[in-house]
């Protein structure tokens, strides 16, 4: 079973700040996804990658698959940035394991 | 464009009620798939189905139950037996390829009163 762990679990920025979101997990994969859960919202969809890097706007995504590591970062914060920031890796079965979230709160 | 389409995005519903949400996909995918959120806690698997007319129980499969009768549609009843209905409910699919090929609902936040 693919164990996942997200770091922090709550994230407090002050508006424009720089924020890092870490994801860990213990099997190798090959691709895993960042999710965005609005408070009382659905869930978007952020980025699929299984490799390196991928940018949308001010949000960044990077993979290193040898560590088993993966990073959300967002530049230049700002309050609609507030949300749950999900990963998800693959399990047996061609199933989702879910990291458990990091709430990030952006302060104006 | 292709996507899932999960309704109602809020649902209520009175305690001792079955209800069921709905999941839609027009991605040709074979393999679908429903979470739950709790309130601080991580998604988890209720049922999944990799074909038509077959699915198998996830981890929480208890007071839920599925049909997979057309391959666009996995709709899940959550029953009067399931104890806390109320949470947000994730439905996925996949092309089978791996975590590269899901695609997810938007989910519906149940509410049992």
């Known amino acids: 079973k693919n164990e996942v762990e997200q770091s922090p679990q709550n994230l407090t920025a002050q508006e424009g700040e720089f924020i890092t979101i870490n994801c860990s997990y213990s099997?190798?994969?090959?691709?895993l996804h960042w999710l965005q859960q609005h408070p009382g919202g659905g869930i978007v969809s952020l980025f699929m990658l299984s490799s390196g890097k991928k940018k949308h706007g001010r949000l960044i995504a990077t993979i290193n698959i040898q560590e088993k590591h993966s990073s959300l970062h967002i530049t230049a914060s700002h309050p609609r940035d507030s949300a749950v920031y999900i990963c998800?890796?693959?399990?047996?079965?061609?199933?989702?394991?879910f990291g458990g979230g990091t709430r990030v709160l952006v302060k104006p | 464009d292709g996507g899932i389409t999960q309704s109602p995005k809020y649902l209520f519903r009175k305690e001792g009620q079955n209800v069921t949400l709905s999941c839609e996909q027009n991605l040709n995918h074979d393999a679908m798939y429903w979470y739950r959120q709790d309130p601080g806690q991580g998604l988890r698997l209720i049922y999944y189905?990799?074909?038509?007319?077959?699915?198998q129980k996830g981890d929480i499969a208890e007071g839920y139950s599925v049909s997979r009768e057309k391959k666009e549609s996995f709709p899940l009843t959550v029953t009067s037996a399931q104890k806390n209905p109320t949470a947000f409910y994730l439905c996925?699919?996949?092309?089978?390829?791996?975590?590269?090929?899901?695609?997810f609902g938007s989910g519906t936040r149940l509410t049992v009163v």
């Open positions: 099997v190798g994969i090959s691709a």
């Open positions: 998800a890796v693959p399990a047996a079965g061609n199933k989702l394991t």
């Open positions: 996925a699919s996949s092309d089978g390829q791996g975590a590269g090929g899901y695609t």
């Open positions: 189905s990799q074909i038509v007319n077959d699915f």
